[in-house]
């Protein structure tokens, strides 16, 4: 006696892709989630019914062909989501695993594999006692009976379930005869077969076991409910297709020989494979032997309680020779400050293996010792794969202890980021949870339980040993689950070109700082608070009471109920709105409101910035030290934090005398400041291609000019200032997918007129809004948006309206692009501008530059030729210079 196992092998494939997690990979990088689940499968099915040198096995595949059901149906799995390339890249190895298991496999040009399969079956009943079926498609079933079974996965990939006659009519009221019937019915979303619309699962096994077959059921129709006779004359066409869809092909022209398909047990290269591709656990499963490399196989393998470890001074030696073999180490400082200029570094945390740490505790050793064992360590490290999370601060540490910055090669902060831009939080303890499942000693337990103790540094060495260790073992994990994802998603370019190498050069800009005028922001301050108090006189006098400018909810009563204005609209809480806008909007009806408005205005500079940057002031550099952060904002433009000084008021008077608050720190030097020119509407001229868009820029010609003109229908030397504007404001606002309401808003024109200018601008740049099309057909079918570097924002999974979602869709690419050529021009600046010109801002488009007066002209032929040339569009890049002593825009 003996069997045919029929191994449906690119849906097992699939099943075990989706099935298991997609991070898992080699220690190389190889993808191997698909290859494991294959393998646990057919080893599975292997152990529990094949009988080796009896049974016969065949693992059949598709061909990327044409078949009849494309014919018959265009859209036949046309609406599947495009295979993910992770999967595509593990297929060879899939095969390579299959042969090593003794398994041959089989695949027919202009054939399915399920009609392979069919055939096989019908032909091997005659041959065999009886004939399995490995498959979860559902189809295949109506292949079943007295001979022939189906194996299916339940839950998981090892959960195998076996089905005859009798527990197909089990599971579904009916025998196997009747599963073509019912998938014409329900249809099959996986192979895109249409069925009947509104018919489901339940009114299908109705409808079957009360009329029988497809035609039986069209014949009795009118023993049907009202709503169920609809659905079936309407979905008529559609029911018998779908029968013809889900027929199985049963001829297919094989010449085979069973005898080539018996099973005669694993080849000799079996333990070669599993351990090229790390699976530890199968391996011991199997008895085989373990090769001696590093093993990060299984998900299990990395995740759980990890074992760290106090390293003493007599350990160092020894644990020194062992990091030097090998090539990845996870780092991390343990400090007293986040002020890298404060910091005391209490000791390093290392780890080089997933549940294993190891810290170096130097809190108690004298200056010279500290250094003694950093520069040994630094040494050691500074020429491997270095990963950490936020290593930023740590760079930035280690530079003021005296030692080089170094490009990470992976920041597992940076790299959650880029998986996942919208997210709001990328701390360690957070990335954890969500992507190990794991829960981590917190700072603040550490340092809350000890008793008097104020940082680390109070603590017991063995405890800090534990948490740091901790840190360094969870960051390298993260690294194992987040560096799959990166390849997965395509961001590997992104990440290895633009966001790794700005690390350090942030950093340096964070340490390089801003030196602002402090006895200039005192005068300011003074001056400011007399027109503060001067205005709230006048408010108090004009409402003929005491009211708090501040409070909402007393303007709110000042102007809607002492006053009888009209309000605007109404806040979350229901209360009636007093925000700026609402205000703006409303200034024109009584003359208190905009004394409110200036009152807010200089509160606002004067709390946010005159009264709050002298105290960032740094006491060692004299300067003020911001945080340039990479994961601030979905699009990809840098933030900056405590303070923000990329949000320094510029559009006013008032504004733009904080900003000249910034200025050199030493005599005889200037502050150089070079801003692209309309970066965002030259990308938009390079990805949407419009040829007027890029003849322009190419010419040097005035966009605005050329866009006024065309909404006013004048020639261009009659475009007046105020048309300009106008166009300015529109070209602009297409960068923000802006509708008819929104331009409206901008402009002050009516809504009719500003859907005119809409229509009119998509007549001058017609393939704008092809582009615009393009990238919103793209979200679709995608689910995200991308840069022209393949930095991706995944707005489908985002709770948008329509119109949020379809301004951020357009304006994502063009921000984001924008955003990572300013990245690459910072990352060759750095490399290109000597010691003595220090690059201290980014705001956007802008970099600031401190310099001696004297070097003026030879900087900034170095920075206009870098910037200009950092990354090639289809326009050219254009560069503005200024150089004053005080930053001015």
Known sequence: MRNLYLIDGSGIAYRAFFALDQSLQTSTGIPTNAIFGVTKMLLKILEKYVEKNNDAIIFIMDKKTETYRHRLLESYKANRPETPKIFKDQFPYILEVVNALGIKTLAEEGYEADDVIATLALKGQNDFENVYIFSSDKDLMQLVNDKIKMLRIGRGITDIREYDIKKVIEKYGFGPEKIQDFLALTGDTADNIPGVKGIGEKTATKLITEFGTLEDIYKNIRNTTKSIQTKLENGK?????????????????????????????????????????????????????????????????ISGKGTYTLLKKDDLKSFFEEIKQQNLISFDLETTSIDPYQAEILGIAISYEPKKGYYIDISNESKEEKLKVLTELWNIIKDKNLVGQNLKYDLSVMNVYGFDFKIPYFDTMIAAYLISPDSRRFNMDDLAKKYLDYET?????????????????????????????????????????????????????????????LIPVLAKMELNGVYFDIPYLKQLEKEYTEILNKTLSEIHELAGYEVNPSSPKQISELLFTKLGLTPKKKTKGGAFSTNAQ?????????????????????????STYIQTIPKLVNKKTKRVHTSFNQTGAATGRLSSSDPN??????????????????????????????????????????????????????????????????????????????????????????????????????????????????KKYFELYKDVEKYQHKILSDLEKNGYVET?????????????????????????????TASDIMKLAMIKLNDALPEYAKMILQVHDEIVIELPKEKSDEISKIVKETMENAYKLDVPLKVDINISERWTK
Request: without cysteine; proline residues 3%; aromatic residues 10%.
């Open 237 to 301: 066409d559609m029911a018998f297709l779908s029968k013809k869809l889900v027929q199985l092909v049963t001829d297919v022209p094989l010449d085979i020989n069973w005898n080539d398909y018996i099973y005669n047990g694993f080849n000799d290269n079996l333990e070669e494979i599993l351990n090229e591709f790390e699976f530890s656990s199968i391996i011991r499963e199997l008895g085989l032997k373990e090769s001696k490399k590093k093993i990060i196989s299984d998900f299990d393998d």
């Open 788 to 816: 022209l570097f393949g930095r991706k924002r995944f707005l489908r999974s985002l709770k948008l309206n329509k119109n949020d979602l379809k301004r951020i869709a357009i304006n994502t690419p063009i921000q984001g």
């Open 582 to 606: 609402v205000l703006e909007e409303m200034k024109d009806e009584h003359p208190i409101i905009e004394k409110i408005l200036d009152y807010r205005k200089y509160q606002k500079l004067l």
């Open 645 to 758: 000084l990329q949000n320094l008021p510029i559009r006013e008077v008032e504004g733009e005398k904080i900003r000249n608050a910034v200025r050199a720190q030493k005599d005889g030097y200037v502050l150089l400041s070079a801003d692209y020119s309309q970066i965002e509407l030259r990308v938009l001229a390079h990805m949407s291609k419009d040829p007027v868009l890029i003849e322009s820029f190419k010419n040097d010609l005035d966009i605005h000019t050329i866009t006024a003109a065309k909404l006013f229908d004048v020639p261009e030397e009659n475009v007046d200032n105020h048309m300009r504007q106008i166009g300015k404001m529109i070209n602009f606002s297409i960068i923000y997918g802006v509708s008819s309401y929104g331009l409206a808003e901008r402009t002050g024109v009516s809504i009719e007129d500003a859907g005119i200018f809409i």
């Open 441 to 501: 000693i917190k700072y603040d337990d550490v340092v809350n339980n000890t008793l008097f103790a104020n940082t680390l540094k109070d603590v017991d060495s063995e405890k800090v040993a534990e948490y740091s260790g901790e840190d360094a073992d969870i960051t390298l994990r993260l690294y194992y689950v987040l560096r799959p994802k990166i390849y997965e998603f395509g961001l590997e370019k992104l990440m290895n070109e633009i966001e790794n190498p």
